[in-house]
């Protein structure tokens, strides 16, 4: 049997370690951690719209299935619950979007995450509602490119 050199058996150790690390994922909690929501978004579905829908978007990271349940304090959402099933190191997503009733008044859209571990993560969305419209109160836009991966250029922007 042919000797390997030192540098090929350490790269195989360390592969070895990585492949059984339990504490944590390229993109989060492994199954003895609670799943989380990394990204939460809320946004108008169109800028010309002042009084609605809104669109939802979560993404969470755990193990086994997740089972994604918006809640409204008033209004109406496209999508209640939901069940995805996510892969060990990769990120489950959801969306929903949310016509908040016409009363002015602040409502909030609940999204609960839950995993197969049995763990649970929550995050809440608020808008307000008056007599010129409705707009998001939180979470504030991110900034960042949504849906992931897709990026949209105004005539004379460059990137």
């Given amino acids: 049997m042919p000797r390997l050199p030192c540098w090929v058996l350490a790269a195989i150790a360390f592969a070895s370690v990585s492949a059984c ?3 944590t994922g390229a993109y989060g909690p492994r199954s003895e951690q609670n799943p989380v929501i990394v990204r939460f978004e809320a946004r108008a579905a169109s800028p010309q719209q002042d009084r609605g829908p809104f ?3 979560a993404l969470a990271s755990g193990v086994g299935t997740m089972a994604f349940d918006w809640r409204t304090s008033a209004g109406l959402l496209s999508v209640a619950s939901q069940s995805v099933p996510v892969a ?3 990120l489950a997503t959801s969306y929903s979007a949310y016509m908040p009733p016409r ?3 602040t409502y909030d859209v609940t999204l609960t995450v ?3 571990g049995g763990g649970a993560f929550q995050r809440t969305a608020r808008f ?3 007599e ?3 707009r998001v109160l939180s979470p504030q836009p991110t900034g960042i490119p949504w849906p992931p991966g897709l990026m949209v250029l105004r005539l004379g922007e460059s990137y």
Wanted: hydrophobic share 25%.
């Fill in 128 to 130: 307000q509602v008056d």
């Fill in 114 to 116: 839950k995993d197969t």
């Fill in 55 to 57: 669109e939802l978007m």
């Fill in 132 to 134: 010129r419209g409705a």
């Fill in 88 to 90: 060990s190191d990769s």
């Fill in 21 to 23: 690390d339990n504490w």
């Fill in 103 to 105: 009363t002015p008044g």
